[in-house]
């Protein structure tokens, strides 16, 4: 018996440093694609080579634009704004159910089927301004998810004109996508940044995931040199979106990318950006977009009524100072810069 406990001890001891040397060693990885670039941190226990996985990554992000892309001609999207035959994947799929979804919990705040009159605002790929009020009322007849829908595995429209621009929650659901593929190699502990958008799962060395927020200020062109704040996050995904970068001004006059699907016009209000925390990167990224053609008073109102989301909205009072509403949920797990 005393042989026994003594070899089940021995084994213990045997045992016991091989789980200790399992400590987290976190290995990094950063490139462009999408026309942006991306930063991936990851618990490497498992040794995977850093070469070999951001190989890997690139061609799923490749594929995912092939599919999404308003910058690629022989995309999917591409080819069904150009109402050519084509059956749509698992990613437009998956994007244009969530996109429905989200349609609906905003009200039509958020609408990919705003697609010509981001075009007309001069937005997008090889896009010039040429909006007029004359237009307006043709191109608010194209404009709805009503007037889309999948019907056995293909897009129906009611109007061949219409044009569905996904960017405004693509970059956050390709994301989503590499986390997945992150998640099937059993990686614990990782965060994927693409374009700003990021998603975490776990810790690093345990420790929540730190994010910084840049300050909107406008052509903020530096992602991390100026910030608003740094909110911590795990096993949450953050997008936030803004006037600050998309933007352009003429006869004084500033117009930026969000553009409201109810009026056919760029969001105008005193929100600058919108900063959202949800389960999933595409939904994140949605809601953001969402709450900055909403305005800072109906984003309030409508974060308050959904609490499965967290959100830092900066805004500007009467006299242009710089001011910020924060979640209940999420007031301990931000901090923000005093400058």
């Given at each position: 018996?005393?042989?026994?406990?003594?070899?089940?001890?021995?084994?213990?001891?045997?045992?016991?440093?091989?789980?200790?040397?399992?400590?987290?060693?976190?290995?990094?990885?950063?490139?462009?694609?999408?026309?942006?670039?991306?930063?991936?941190?990851?618990d490497n226990r498992k040794n995977i080579g850093t070469e070999e996985l951001k190989l890997k990554v690139e061609k799923i992000l490749h594929d995912f634009d092939m599919s999404l892309s308003l910058y690629q001609d022989s995309s999917i999207i591409s080819k069904i704004n150009r109402n050519e035959e084509v059956i749509p994947d698992s990613f437009f799929t998956e994007v244009f159910i969530k996109s429905a979804l989200i349609s609906e919990m905003t009200v039509g705040a958020f609408d990919i089927t705003v697609g010509p009159l981001v075009k007309a605002w001069g937005f997008g790929p090889d896009a010039h301004k040429n909006f007029t009020e004359s237009k307006r009322d043709s191109l608010m007849k194209l404009v709805g998810?009503?007037?889309?829908?999948?019907?056995?595995?293909?897009?129906?429209?009611?109007?061949?004109g219409i044009y569905l621009d996904v960017n405004a929650i693509a970059q956050g659901y390709s994301v989503d996508v590499v986390c997945r593929y992150f998640d099937s190699l059993g990686i614990r502990n990782y965060l994927v940044e693409i374009g700003g958008e990021v998603r975490?799962?776990?810790?690093?060395?345990?420790?929540?995931?730190?994010?910084?927020?840049?300050?909107?200020?406008?052509?903020?062109?530096?992602?991390?040199?100026?910030?608003?704040?740094?909110?911590?996050?795990?096993?949450?995904?953050?997008?936030?979106?803004?006037?600050?970068?998309?933007?352009?001004?003429e006869n004084g006059i500033k117009y930026s990318h969000e553009i409201d699907p109810k009026t056919g016009f760029p969001a105008k209000n005193t929100l600058l950006s919108a900063t959202i925390i949800a389960d999933d990167c595409a939904m994140a990224d949605g809601i953001a977009t969402a709450c900055m053609v909403m305005g800072k008073e109906r984003a309030i109102e409508f974060i308050n009524k959904n609490?499965?989301?967290?959100?830092?909205?900066?805004?500007?009072?009467?006299?242009?100072?710089f001011k910020t509403w924060i979640s209940g949920n999420l007031k301990k797990y931000i901090s923000e810069s005093e400058n």
């Open positions: 018996m005393i042989k026994k406990l003594l070899s089940a001890l021995l084994l213990l001891a045997l045992v016991t440093p091989a789980c200790k040397n399992k400590k987290p060693v976190f290995a990094n990885f950063t490139g462009f694609i999408q026309g942006t670039t991306y930063s991936i941190v990851y998810m009503e007037k889309v829908s999948l019907v056995n595995g293909r897009l129906i429209k009611s109007d061949p975490a799962k776990g810790n690093k060395a345990g420790a929540l995931w730190r994010i910084g927020i840049d300050k909107p200020v406008d052509n903020n062109m530096s992602p991390g040199q100026t910030l608003q704040a740094i909110i911590k996050i795990s096993d949450k995904a953050l997008s936030t979106s803004g006037n600050y970068r998309k933007f352009y001004i609490p499965q989301f967290s959100a830092y909205l900066v805004f500007s009072d009467v006299n242009g100072n």
